[in-house]
């Protein structure tokens, strides 16, 4: 396959490759002086094959999880890079999932003001979203990606094969961003439709990753910043952080398939839409959670929705929601509006 080229507008450029096999790539992406970043379950699977790869690289293992993205892991993942005698010229590689993506790219970003990331995903919500658009971060404060950076990796190596080992909770996490691109592409949502019995099937989803990416790496290509058009890639997380506060054992991906489902409520109540088109969107959205179906707590997710850092004022709720095939609008409202509907919509059930 050919590799998706991005570009951004501060000319910094990154590549996205899908070798056949990622790690044994590696040697041609890293050159001669790397370090090697992952977590304990990824090496438990992977850190021989890593070893092998790159037989003079020296492999740094975090604790697995969003409770370790935090300045105390970076501190330590730096001081490995100083040890390991890192210079300008070497290249930081961070093999796993998006907790050790975003923590990898800003250690690279931050080490000697800058050296090279090289980032191989190995699941599915990194392949199709984190390791591609040059976001980093660490949480901070209890603040999710309170501190961090805009940086492009050099290079990302997707490589399906990763999938076959992670488990069903990281497959739905990654199949709710998918069908978030669903929403925003059109093509990609007749695609998913046509498939709709495959939308918990990993090689399926796996097939369509290149396209999810070469939609993300144009939106990243037009706005590396997020400054307009790149807030359309928080389609459904408005509403869907605040189900992920409040309902802390549904994986992220979860959260933004219920995400969909009530954004595309509050759609058909304010605006002009597609009411058939939106409804079956949300049908996709119920296959995809399927048998992950808890009923969720609509005043919660109100309550915290208002902590949202996407909102300019506490008093108003801001949400990209689906409106047509390939269409979708910002949608603001004021905070007791959008509670008050969110109460109305109610409980979704799948
Ligand atoms: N930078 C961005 O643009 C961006 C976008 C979306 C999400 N994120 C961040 O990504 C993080 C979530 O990423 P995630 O969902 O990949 O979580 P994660 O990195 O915690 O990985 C999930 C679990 O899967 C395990 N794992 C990874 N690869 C595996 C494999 N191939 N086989 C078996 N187990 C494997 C990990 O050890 C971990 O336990 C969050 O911190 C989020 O903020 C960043
Ligand atoms: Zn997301």
Redesign the pocket.
Known sequence: MRPIRIRTKTEEASAVYFPRDALRALKKYAGDSALIFT?E??FR?YGERMRESLPGAKIHVMP???AH?VPETLGGLLQAMAEAELTRASALVAV???????LGGLAAALYMRGIRCIQVP??L??QV??SV?G???VDFCGV??LIGAFRQPEAVLVDGA??Q???AR?IL?GAGEIVKYAALDGALFDLLRERREDLCDSSFLSSVVPRCIAFKAEIVRRDPQESGLRRCLNLGHTTGHAIELSHPELS?GACVLYGILYESALAKRYLQCDEEYLSRLEALCKRALSAHAPGIDAAACARLARLDKKNRSAEQIAAVVPVRKGEFALLELAYEEYAHALNQIGEITC
């Open positions: 977590d379950n990824v699977l697995a999880g969003e993205k796993g999932g998006g907790v050790v993506g975003d190995t699941t919500l990194a979203d984190s658009g976001k980093t971060a999710k990606n990763f999938l080992t992670l488990p990281e996490c992220h």
